[in-house]
């Protein structure tokens, strides 16, 4: 049988936590005869890449094709589908992945950036504020007689069909531009596995709220107001 674990160049006592999931859940896999002449190192990846997801230690797809023997990131997800479905159909229910947030990858992140302390914190409690946030406003109409006026509607955040990644390097570009040790939106795409251009559309949505996400104590309205407009 495969080894998810072998070769892979994540911190050891990470690879405890999950290597014996990841084995567990190959296994399974292999018993299917449709895994047959499948791309195996895809499956292996595809499976440790399942297993981070429920110890609750998400990595992304990016990182998980670092440590995959040459298997692209669309084979991986090709091959976390595949997986998903299969265990599926054994088991009658839905695989359970775990919820992920864009702080589970905030520290590791700002290490790669060679983020200070504070700028660090200060990501966090931005990250944590976005998810958080809610937008609420008046419904823009009279309702008929009977219903009241005006109820308050909560609505999605703009930044809800972005991904926790994403957000995550938006906020970073956010918090780094408010510094003295400003990154690059190339660096942090480096960094972060995040294309510039999704960076960019996330800075979008999250730039009209940052007075509400960035913690106060890391920097005030003047300074807020010198972040360059989307």
Not at 20 to 32: F, H, L, S
Not at 74 to 89: C, D, N, P
Request: glycine share 6%; proline share 5%.
């Amino acid at each position: 049988m495969g080894n998810p674990g072998k070769g892979c160049r994540l911190p050891p006592l990470f690879l405890l936590c999950t290597k014996d999931r990841a084995n567990e859940i190959y296994k399974k896999v292999e018993d299917q005869k449709s895994s047959r002449g499948r791309n195996q190192d895809a499956l292996l990846a595809a499976c440790l890449y399942i297993a981070c997801r429920q110890e609750d230690k998400p990595r992304t797809v990016k990182e998980i094709c670092s440590v995959a023997n040459g298997a692209t990131k669309k084979e991986i997800g090709r091959a976390k589908e595949y997986i998903v479905k299969q265990l599926g159909l054994e088991t009658g229910q839905s695989v359970e992945m775990g919820t992920i947030h864009a702080g589970d990858f905030m520290r590791r992140f700002c290490s790669n950036l060679g983020m200070n302390n504070q700028a660090v914190k200060a990501a966090q409690e931005a990250v944590q504020k976005s998810e958080e946030f809610d937008i609420r406003y008046l419904y823009p109409k009279i309702l008929p007689c009977g219903y009241g006026t005006n109820p308050v509607v909560t609505i999605r955040t703009p930044w809800d069909r972005r991904s926790p990644i994403s957000i995550a390097a938006a906020v970073i570009y956010i918090i780094t531009q408010l510094s003295d040790d400003k990154k690059l939106l190339r660096d942090i795409s480096l960094a972060t596995g995040v294309a510039e251009g999704t960076i960019r559309n996330s800075y979008k949505d999250l730039y009209p709220h940052v007075a509400k996400i960035i913690p106060n104590w890391y920097a005030k309205e003047e300074d807020l107001k010198n972040l360059c407009s989307p």
